[in-house]
């Protein structure tokens, strides 16, 4: 169930929610957080159950390559985590019911079609992540304050995307055709930079429209540098990809540390 990422989208989920002007125990909110737990665990084993065999190379350490689980068996867990989230979003809002059914059929077809076609898949997994804030808004009946959170988040989590097809290309060529498979790594490398950048662009835009205040601006300046660093890192050597994606998992931390004070102080 990924412990390491998981808890991300639910403390997005949370801060889409304040910055929509919700109570800090806001019940719709706080049910809208436990429904992102399932929902991003069971997106967690529903990609275990298709890609035991690529994990065989590229993550050997996981339930099914280490024989702990049989890929039936992650299917029936993604199933009951699935649906223990559609049934919880149907009493928050009809709204977050639709966002849930859309993310769960996304999933689908990225697991199943899209994972194998180019930048498609990296573009699908990040709008299932960055929706996450979107989703707080709506389960308070604000959705629209939280695009631009939404918006940030999906522009870097596509460069992390491409930069970890970029690390995974040698269990990836087995069966798929990511981007840096058809393009070459270092291209794919450049395409990740253009949505880093744009990310990064528009990092001081929720300050600028008054959403957050300027602690947040202060916060997020973090982001910036870490972000940029670890892609730098990368250009230095391609094989640096691994730390690369790392930092940037660190720097969504940050930055979701820097919605909070932005929100919150």
Request: aromatic fraction near 14%.
């Amino acid at each position: 169930m990924r412990f390491k990422t998981t808890p991300l989208g639910v403390i997005s989920v949370y801060v889409g929610g304040f910055v929509a002007g919700a109570a800090y125990n806001d019940p719709n909110l706080l049910l809208a957080m436990i429904v992102t737990f399932f929902i991003t665990a069971g997106s967690m084993t529903f990609n275990d159950y298709f890609d035991w065999k690529i994990d065989k190379i590229n993550h050997p350490e996981r339930p099914v390559p280490r024989g702990v689980l049989k890929p039936v068996e992650m299917l029936y867990f993604t199933i009951v985590l699935f649906t223990i989230g559609i049934a919880i979003s149907y009493f928050i809002n009809l709204l977050c019911f639709g966002i849930v059914i859309l993310s769960i059929i996304v999933l689908f077809i990225y697991e199943k079609y899209s994972k194998n076609i180019s930048i498609s898949g990296n573009i699908t997994v990040a709008f299932v992540s960055a929706i996450s804030f979107t989703f707080g808004g709506a389960s308070v009946g604000n959705p629209y304050s939280s695009l631009i959170l939404s918006l940030i988040a999906f522009f870097i989590i596509v460069s992390r995307e491409i930069i970890m097809d970029i690390r995974d290309s040698e269990g990836d060529k087995l069966f798929r055709k990511t981007l840096p498979m058809q393009i070459g790594k270092k291209p794919a490398l450049y395409i990740a930079t253009v949505f880093l950048l744009a990310a990064v662009v528009l990092l001081p835009v929720p300050y600028f429209l008054y959403i957050l205040n300027g602690w947040y601006l202060l916060a997020i300046i973090p982001v910036g540098i870490i972000t940029l660093y670890a892609m730098f890192h990368a250009y230095l050597d391609i094989k640096n990809v691994d730390k690369t994606a790392s930092l940037m998992r660190i720097a969504l931390a940050i930055g979701l540390i820097a919605f909070i004070a932005g929100a919150l102080l």
